[in-house]
C-alpha cells in the first residue's frame, strides 16, 4: 500500500538551531510529496510540494524540504527555528490514480526558547 | 475574504441525532474534499467531489452522505450520530491541474454527546 511515514511523534529544538522533521515514503512510480503545517485550532497549510525537478525544493517561511530517493526521504527542514515555527506538521503524498491526498500521522514541532 | 468557509465551526450533539456540515470554497477550485481529524490529530479522507461528481468515496459509513449543490458547495449530512464520530472535519479545495495543493477551511469541531 502507498503510504507516507512521520517516524516522530515530537520534535524539540532550541530557538535559532536548525530542525529537521522526518518524512519517508512507499509509493509506486514517481512520487508526489508535500508539506502541510496546521496551527492549534486552525487548518492545514501547504508549505512546499516536490513534483519532479531539484531535490531540494523551498516554501514557505525559510522551509525546505529534501527529496532523497535512495533513501526514499522527504525530510522538512530549516536553518534557523523561530518560536512561531511550533505546530504540527503533515507529510503528503498525492495518489494521482485515486487524485487524493494521503497524510501521514503528524509531528509536533517545539520550539523552545 | 475566507477562501475554504466551513459552518458551523463547533457543533454539540446528542447521539442519534442528524447534523449536517456546510462548506463553501470561492477559488474557483474544481475539487473539494472532506477529511476527518481524530483525536490523536491523524487525518483520513473521506470523500471527494469533482465539479459536483463524487470521485472517492473511502470505507465511510453509509451514515455519512456528501452533496455537492456546486462546484464551490461540499456539504457533508451525517444521520444517526455515534460517539465515534466525534471529531474535526475540514473541507478542502484545489484546482484539478494543480496536484495535491489544498487549501483547507477552519475545521468543523463535532462533539457527539
Known amino acids: 500500500a502507498q503510504s507516507v511515514a512521520q517516524p516522530e511523534d515530537q520534535v524539540n529544538v532550541a530557538e535559532g538551531n536548525p530542525l529537521t522533521v522526518k518524512c519517508t515514503y512507499s509509493v509506486s512510480g514517481n512520487p508526489y510529496l508535500f508539506w502541510y503545517v496546521q496551527y492549534p485550532n486552525r487548518g492545514l497549510q501547504f508549505l512546499l510540494k516536490y513534483i519532479t525537478g531539484d531535490n531540494l525544493v523551498k516554501g514557505s517561511y525559510g522551509f525546505e524540504a529534501e527529496f532523497n530517493k535512495s533513501q526514499t526521504s522527504f525530510h522538512l527542514k530549516k536553518p534557523s527555528a523561530l518560536v512561531s515555527d511550533s505546530a504540527l506538521y503533515f507529510c503528503g503524498h498525492y495518489m494521482n490514480r485515486d487524485d487524493k491526498i494521503i497524510f501521514g500521522k503528524g509531528t509536533r514541532l517545539h520550539i523552545l526558547p | 475574504d475566507t477562501a475554504v468557509s466551513q459552518t458551523p465551526k463547533y457543533l454539540v450533539t446528542q447521539m442519534g441525532n442528524d447534523k449536517s456540515i456546510k462548506c463553501e470554497q470561492n477559488?474557483?477550485?474544481?475539487?473539494m474534499y472532506w477529511y476527518k481529524q481524530d483525536s490523536k490529530k491523524f487525518l483520513k479522507i473521506m470523500f471527494s467531489?469533482?465539479?459536483?461528481?463524487?470521485?472517492i468515496n473511502e470505507t465511510v459509513p453509509n451514515r455519512f452522505s456528501p452533496k455537492s449543490p456546486d462546484k464551490a458547495h461540499l456539504n457533508l449530512h451525517i444521520n444517526s450520530l455515534e460517539l465515534g464520530d466525534s471529531a474535526v472535519y475540514f473541507c478542502?479545495?484545489?484546482?484539478?491541474?494543480?496536484?495535491?495543493?489544498?487549501?483547507f477551511g477552519e475545521g468543523s469541531r463535532l462533539t457527539v454527546l
Open positions: 467531489y469533482n465539479n459536483k461528481e463524487l470521485i
Open positions: 478542502a479545495s484545489r484546482r484539478r491541474e494543480n496536484t495535491g495543493e489544498l487549501f
Open positions: 477559488l474557483g477550485h474544481d475539487t
